[in-house]
């Protein structure tokens, strides 16, 4: 963001139209040439620096993509941040601004304020120029900093000048104390700071997800956006005195492991997976009839790299023969998060998932390359590739090979699936499995429900994400700008924009996601889209068409096809024609 | 069939309709003590025959199950037909019929007609009486010999003499000689014999499905009634000297096995396995708009018990080693059925799932506890359990293992599923997989489209089949009665009705479907219901709403909700008074 700044008189002469078309192809892409000063006409500016601006262009389309993921990247970026970005000294003409006189300017309409280092910004101006859309909005009324850290192109000296144009003031000393995270006794007081962008849905215990616009921006979702689903308090676990405990393997001795001990006596295991909560898109469900549970929207879904050892590779360590065990038996995890009785979080998958050589059952001790974050379950988490969220339990503290299912409350209560026919008064939990794999899953990330489409456009992109659990790879995404009448195929895409895509996956071990896309020409006569997507995987299942006859008492496997309703504005031209 | 015959003038006293109660648990009972003769006043009876009736029914339902399948049972049978019914001697006074006369007798309103040893029986009368119901009309215009042997119960000294006194005439000896099998130059001139109850999709090949009400009354499918789903000719293949081929196993030599070697080398395992074709249920498509392929109707699936040789054993006979092959290496499968060029039929399976400790692949020389039918694959037929028909070959000559998919027809161009907008000047086959596991599937058996329910019945039961593939256990069936609106939970039955169920296969094994049913009682209001039904797997994957969507142009993976529509008969009291 605030890439184009002086390029804003460009948009009267046509020039910025022909970037946008270049910028789309390569998805917020800085432009950071231009240095010139306010004041400038646009045809000097045109001349000047229009050659610069095509090589600077040429050149980060040649880069390595130019959306750096802050979960990959943030060291770097933390570092560039540093050296590259110095404080803006303080103006004593300007006015001192508090945070709530900041958090006012989110709109257009109100103005658009940030503040970066303890200055303040006026950037509503450049908000109609930004590469990156409408997504510069997320930071209105806070803080930069933290999308510049996801977004790793903007921490460069001349984004720092353009930014500087548009200061207006300073924050007050007491805001930017504030800016610190507050501690107190509250049992989620050592919780670890968020990234802002995230859409909250419950505090304590916090649960989050991004805004459905970044999500599929980046085919490796970045931790600090990835989304939260939090059950208890996050447990400070201190990595020296860590030991994770195996327990109960028929023929085996229980089993003690140090956090050194986990990453150095097994094998390193590297997986790229895509965890979702069964409660994604629960608000969908809540729209045809009240739900129990958090008002997920379409973004409860994130894709990461996991590394760490095997579980089945830990289970033999522990005496696990396969000969010994039952088929039937369950591998149970307790976390180290607990309640005030001291109940820990708990889950269960089937020994079966476990021990496969094909399951890619980890226990992780990193993600996306950098130790677990806390709110991810540091030191060490669960991840069951292709498996609900739920089953894939995080600060890890014991493993329990059972014939019986976890008996916690979130393997045996929660977490299954009813008919739209069951209710608060005739459910009984005893009579559905508890949900591991989850059903084909697929959302629109963009355009979002009630944008609007430029007739002169006369193309609209649509973009999402597609996945389905147990490993089933998705082959297809159908597209419909019809409601669902007429249906157009989607490009699929496996990795990083503009890198190679990785090969497929062997058959059954599918576990990431794949986000897609579709240019298709607006139809002509329509005033409204009603778009819809629908995703296939490799076994042919296919999402349901509509929400009611899926609707359950929880919310949870909301798989729908997704709809989305954008408008399309007819140019003033075509419109005084009319 | 044929078992109420003297019982008919009861159904003016009410007495039939109790019995109809009573037979609707036990599945087309045989009430099989009427052995008076015609004439017989209905009060007489109710004295002299009452008691006797109620105990024969009792023995009958404390016995094994009223419908005995042909498959298992049918040497009984067969021998049963041959000790116990003696031919009836020609009455000279009766006339002789062409088997062309005896067709024409197909309804209630032109008569029904039946053949048995050579003799003609009008049995138009007893039709209502039938405790079978209208499965009786199977039979009508053609042989009684296949249905008794499907339906063992009617193998009984009494029912002979019921029958015997609906006699009409004698079949002509020209038909009685046509009633054998007709044999020709023709390639398919060494198809077997089938059995009538089939309904055929195509002759040559031989494609035909059992009547979707006699499909439901069986957890396991007689073998006579499976669906038969030919490529080619039957290719007749002589135990003694048949080879099994075994070839390309990496680092391994090529095997060449007898069928007393493939037996008698390795264990013996069997699985209960559903298949299905990929066309299942095309008829629905050709209602949305016309597709390539036979036009199956809801019953182009079955289940059956296989035994076999495992797979993956004769694989490692063969020399594999899992370290040596690629993981994403192929099992591909010829069949030694053949067209006039020599090609023979072929397909392959992902290497995984072909030496899967938990994919249960058999090379099949049984089939429900006997030899394979010829029909089926004799000797020796691949079973891929949770996997498309098309890929368990049958007539099986060669197993390759190879880094490709098996190049035949039905592997590369054939048996892959596409958006509704392809069509055939669009489709590109290499761009969708080749169809292997299938996806969540049900469908109603019962009543049929258009069936009538009486009002004064108060209630509707409603049976079906449910089945997913990959081994994901169906774990429940909604039922609606209008339309979708508002569903209720159907019964579910893994094992023969009256047996105790099976023991819940281990997860991702749950290879064979589920029969389900469902009493409700009629809608107050309703003149017709549209009865709609739809099942959930344990990976929670629903079918689609609605068949128009999931269209496609090969008209395979038919999976939308079933909907049958059905009448509701006001009583004529009733009708009076409105």
Known sequence: MLLLRHCRCLTRVGLLKTQRVQLLQGVALPVAVCSSHRGHKSGQYQRSHGPNWRHALAGLLAGTGAVLAYGLHHSQTEQAATTIVQPIAPASSLPIYTQDEVTKHRSVEEGVWVTYKGSVYDITEFVS??????????????????????????????????????????????????????????PYSTDPERHPALRINSLKPFNAEPPAEILSDNYIT???????????????????????????????????????????????????????????????????????????????????????????????????????????????????????????????????????????????????????????????????????GARNVK?????????????????????????PATDWDTVDFKSAPAIQELPIQSAITQPAEGAVVERSAEEVTVKGYAWSGGGREVVRVDVSLDGGRTWQVAQLQSSEKGQVPAPSPPPGRAWAWKLWELTAPLPPAAQELEIVCKAVDNSYNMQPDSVAPIWNLRGVLSNAWHRVKVTVKEDEEEQKLL
């Not at 209105?140 to 548009?166: N, T």
């Not at 014991?398 to 699936?417: A, F, L, P, R, T």
Request: hydrophobic share 35%; charged share 20%.
């Open 129 to 186: 120029m930004h590469p990156g859309g409408d997504k510069i909005l997320l930071a209105a009324g806070g803080a930069l900093e933290p999308f510049w850290a996801l977004y790793a192109v903007h921490s460069q000296d001349h984004v720092l000048e353009i930014l500087s144009e548009y200061k207006v003031g300073e924050l007050s000393a007491e805001d930017r104390r504030m800016q610190q995270s507050v501690k107190s006794t509250d």
């Open 222 to 388: 970045p931790s600090a956006i990835f989304f939260k689903r939090n059950h208890l308090p996050v447990p400070q676990v201190d990595p020296k005195s860590y030991r994770l405990q195996v327990e109960g393997v028929p023929g085996g001795a229980p089993l003690s492991l140090s956090l050194e001990e986990l990453k150095t006596c097994f094998p390193k295991h590297t997986v790229t997976a895509t965890l979702q909560c069964a409660g994604n898109r629960r608000s969908e469900m809540n729209k045809v009839k009240q739900v129990k549970g958090l008002n997920w929207g379409i973004a409860a879904i994130s894709n990461a790299t996991w590394s760490g050892a095997r579980l089945k590779d830990v289970l033999l360590a522990a005496g696990y023969m396969p000969e010994v065990v039952r088929q039937t038996s369950h591998v149970q995890f307790e976390g180290l998060d607990s309640d005030v009785t001291g109940t820990t979080y708990g889950a269960s998958i089937p020994l079966n998932k476990a021990v496969s050589e094909e399951g890619d059952v980890l226990l992780a001790y990193q993600m996306n390359g950098e130790d677990l974050p806390a709110d991810h379950g540091y030191p060490v988490r669960v991840v069951v590739p292709g498996t609900v």
């Open 395 to 419: 600060w890890l503290g014991k493993i329990i090979v059972s014939e019986e299912e976890s008996s916690s409350h979130w393997q045996q209560n929660d977490y299954k699936g009813f008919s």
